[in-house]
């Protein structure tokens, strides 16, 4: 079956647009996670999403930073007002549920650059 | 709050030998360790991973150690071959989200 996929692969966008970024998960799987990689940088951690719901939002940078999913598929990353430290790969991974300890699978992920 | 240190931040090797990349991380609940391996532009890659109830876990050339006592676990690359080359992270997770915490990154290279 299909990997996780995300789109757009690259987005480059002005100052203070918004944009939306999206993950299509392994199907099946119920747990999903959307993950910032900055240039040089690991990964840190946004947002988890078990179904529909997002019991740990702890990880988003400020409240321009949302996400939603819908029929515990697919999920977008929405960021308001984007700014030049939002530049950054992001990554989003499925599990087949979450809390297992498990083998995440990424995407190819967004590379997100402000201008 | 969470944390995961990692070192060395880069490492160059001579093929054939061996590469050690070393991880320390702060909760003390964290029972599930994941190696990942990215090539340059690509998606992050499981190589190995270890729980907490295992001090070790090996696979062909790689091996990964934990010490929970010390909060510590290790990558071990042997034999190293020019294809190893690429930049690990590890993990560490430990709360019901399954939510990784990542190291830093080690970018390795390995020299023909």
Redesign the interface.
């Known amino acids: 079956g299909a990997g996780v996929s995300q789109s757009p692969s690259n987005k480059v966008t002005e100052k203070g647009k918004d944009v939306e970024l999206r993950c299509d998960p392994i199907s099946g799987h119920t747990?999903l996670?959307w993950?910032r990689q900055s240039l040089?940088?690991?990964?840190?951690?946004l947002i988890?999403f078990?179904g529909n719901s997002a019991?740990?939002k702890s990880?988003l940078p400020s409240d321009r930073f949302s996400a939603e999913r819908t029929g515990g598929s697919v999920s977008t990353l929405t960021i308001q007002r984007t700014q030049q430290e939002d530049s950054a790969v992001y990554?989003c991974a499925s599990?087949s549920s979450?809390?297992?300890?498990n083998?995440?699978f990424?995407?190819?992920?967004t590379r997100l650059t402000v201008l | 709050g969470e944390n995961?240190e990692?070192h060395p931040s880069t490492l160059s090797v001579q093929e054939g030998d061996s590469a050690v990349i070393k991880c320390t991380y702060s909760d003390s609940a964290s029972?599930?360790f994941?190696w990942y391996k990215q090539e340059l532009g690509?998606?992050?890659?499981?190589i190995i991973?270890i729980?907490s109830n295992v001090g070790e876990k090996k696979d062909q050339r790689i091996a990964v150690t934990l010490n929970k006592t010390a909060k510590h676990f290790s990558l071990h690359i042997t034999e190293t071959q020019p294809e190893d080359s690429a930049v690990y992270?590890c993990?560490a997770?430990g709360?019901?989200?399954?939510?990784?915490?990542?190291?830093?990154?080690t970018t390795l290279q390995v020299k023909p």
């Open positions: 747990a996670y993950y040089g940088q690991g990964l840190e951690f988890y078990q019991p740990d990880g990554l599990i979450g809390g297992s300890y083998e995440q990424f995407g190819p992920g | 995961v990692q029972n599930y994941p690509k998606r992050p890659q499981l991973d729980r992270f993990a997770s709360s019901n989200t399954g939510k990784l915490i990542f190291g830093q990154g």
